[in-house]
């Protein structure tokens, strides 16, 4: 059975930092490119920042520079670094994982920027 538990959100202070660990399980980590995803009330869907299975980094215009996305394969991890968090960042992050045809989600975790 495939799990990707996020944990690590929060409310935070304009101008603070978060870090978002998401744990995987059931699947052969390393073949698996991974992705950090956002919903905000009312909003679709958007991707945040995705590593491949290689190491390659992505990341939505509204995140560089201050969100790092980073894996440690041998502890089947993916983590999102959040510096100068913005109230526009307030939403629900989710974990992904892809291979091919096969596209895994998390259950999602409250990240709340606001004063």
């Known amino acids: 059975q495939v799990q990707l538990e996020e944990s690590g959100g929060g409310s935070v202070q304009p101008g603070g930092s978060l870090r978002l660990s998401c744990a995987a399980s059931?699947?052969?980590?390393?073949?698996?490119?991974m992705a950090w995803y956002r919903q905000a009330p009312g909003k679709q869907r958007e991707l945040v920042a995705r590593?491949?299975?290689?190491?390659?980094?992505t990341y939505a215009d509204s995140v560089k520079g201050r969100f790092t996305i980073s894996r440690d394969n041998a502890k089947y991890t993916v983590s999102l670094q959040m510096n100068s968090l913005k109230p526009d960042d307030t939403a629900v992050y989710y974990c992904?994982?892809?291979?091919?045809?096969?596209?895994?989600w998390g259950q999602g975790t409250q990240v709340t920027v606001s004063s």
């Open positions: 992904n994982a892809d291979w091919g045809y096969l596209n895994y």
């Open positions: 059931g699947i052969i980590f390393g073949l698996y490119n």
């Open positions: 590593i491949t299975n290689g190491g390659s980094t």
